[in-house]
């Protein structure tokens, strides 16, 4: 997510990186004189009076009254506000089942949400139908278009975030979509796109279970299984934007055929498929389970329900279920070395013998095991589509810092 | 490998990255004149001119003659050059048998190599033995010591950058060995402490197979597995350097014991040890192999040397680990999706064999195999050595750039 803006510093980055200091310190301090200003960035009054004028201009900030008289008398302070309503962000999220449309205001708080369900397989009319919501949401946002400054699209699938094209979303019926295309095209605004593991990842650094978290990884457990990477507090994404793809790995060469096409991956074992699969032959079997009661198919929800109640079948598939995907997360731990694994998705949003399970096969298999703590998501299932409107705020905002770096020019 | 210099630009912070940008050219473009310099940095004539004459001053440049007479007449220009002999790198490399001594020069030639035996199980006296060898490869080198600016070590097992401990190495007998510190005190210098396959990872990408490669992993197959990350440039080394430990990685709940204490680790299937235990077994079995000649135990260059005369049960142990070694490369490449992986370690200097294995394994296990090349390593036995004098470089000499960051100071 790093990028260079120029090798030498001139002064046009530093009117940058200095607009940048005064704006965050405003946007976080509540309101602030630009006295205040001056001595909380140690720039000059002069500099800091500048930038305050073009962010007043442009609506960024706004003067909201008078401080207290200055303890050396004289005029009273006119006081600065950041101004929530100067800036809209829409973040999309295209589910398996439904589409979900939410805009947020300059500071990134979710004022309107709205849904629909998803159309399998026909990525323009699932477009359509979500920007056919979106005039609503920002009514009921108190927010004018004209202040949409940015799009976050979330999706169940392997996503090019450079080109932000779909390149396989085998659960939306998606091939090759070029779904950023798509909506520059009907919004003109930018448009960044992340898989739903990348996005969850990102939402729960910012305001969930990995908080104050530099590295971690957010495993995604629901109808499939994928991991969003974190390191140094930046998204890794790999080369292709195809980080995470546990769910592949192989754990033999043999067991069910995965939706990939690929025999022997561990989303067959674990993840909310692997659930109803194995729930489904348990059924079949001879010990006594109140998963009986239920007509096929059986949802991963029936399990998780089931296993709460005291069924002692179910709580040993979700069990069996954790087991797997410890496997998944020592190759996780052992890779990647993180401080923090988040277990996320609708799938982990009740189940403890998941979460005991997969503890347990970790301590068997990774090193250091007690050194990694294992921890269920806080944010649930909106983790994705939260995500989604932080990565489309996080394309219009940016700060700056001076980094030195070991690796050469040359 | 990055760190914050400050969050404000100053003067004091332009100086410094002008500096580095003057030097960098001076270093990589031969002779040079001033005016060529302000030319090229576009930078002032008077800024080139003080940064120079304190590059003098420090022994850093050198003028050497003049150059051509201008076009438009007057002086002739007086031509620098980068002094080679202003700095000198140490390399450390504590190897399962031999301890390495390099002396290198400020543009990182090594100039003298040294070796003794490692004393397993002593580190004082593995130290006491390696700093035995320094005058001597000093003097080779025609660097004095006063010029020996920083030391880079390379260590075969659980490295801790940040404190420079080296938590444990097995094949060493060290456990918690805090060799930065040992260093430090006895030369008084900056040291950088790395896993051998960190080092490796390193010098691959500078001067071997991954030059131009911007995130790629570095498989060390020796007497044991591991992998050194490279993302965006920039060694990843994990948050308390433990990253890449994929000999590690469960590939079933049975399987030999390991070095580490667990069972089921790649290691035991995909390594120096694994080939060795493997032809141990084949020896005693009923097919005829070349391998029955030797006396027990067998060493994996013996299998590596009779599989290329011809021998086909060894041929077949090679492709059999390379298989295995393939299920950990299908790890790596979903969980990271490098642009490449490069296989080095003594094992991989001399098999076709393993590298036919991996590939199709790779093959089999991934989706996007087709996309990530995997190839062998071009520095061999060396790679850790080198990038042990590269790493203590990069601790002595910084570039610098200015980068935004979609993550908030929040």
Known sequence: MQQDVQGKVDSRAMREVNRSIVLDIIRRGGKVSRTDLAKRSTLTKPTVSAIVDDLIARGIVQEVGFGKTVATGGRRAR?????????????????????????????????????????????????????GLLDGALEEAGLPRARLESVGVTVPGMVDTRSGTVAFAPNLGWNDVPIRNLLQQA?????????????????????????????????????????????????FSGTKGFSGEIGHCPIGDEGPLCSCGLRGCLETLASGKAIERIAAEAVRGSEPTTLSSHSAPIDASVVLDAARAGDAVSQRILRGVGQHLGVGLSYLINVLDPELVVLGGRVMEASEYILEGARASVARHTLRSSKVEIVASTLGDRAGLMGSVIAAMDQSVRSYRIVATAERMA
């Open 79 to 131: 006081l600065l506000e950041f101004n929530d309503a100067s800036a809209a962000y829409l973040g999309l999220r295209f589910g398996v089942h439904t589409t979900t449309v939410a805009v947020a205001d300059a500071r990134g708080e979710v004022r309107a949400i709205r849904e629909t369900p998803t159309i399998a397989g026909d990525p323009h009319a699932s477009v359509r139908s979500a920007l």
């Open 187 to 235: 919004l003109e605004l930018p448009v960044i796109v992340h898989n739903v593991t990348n996005a969850g990842a990102i939402a729960e650094g910012r305001v969930g279970a990995a908080k104050g978290a530099r590295s971690y990884v957010w495993v995604y457990v629901g109808h499939g299984l994928g991991a969003g990477i974190v390191i140094d507090g930046q998204l």
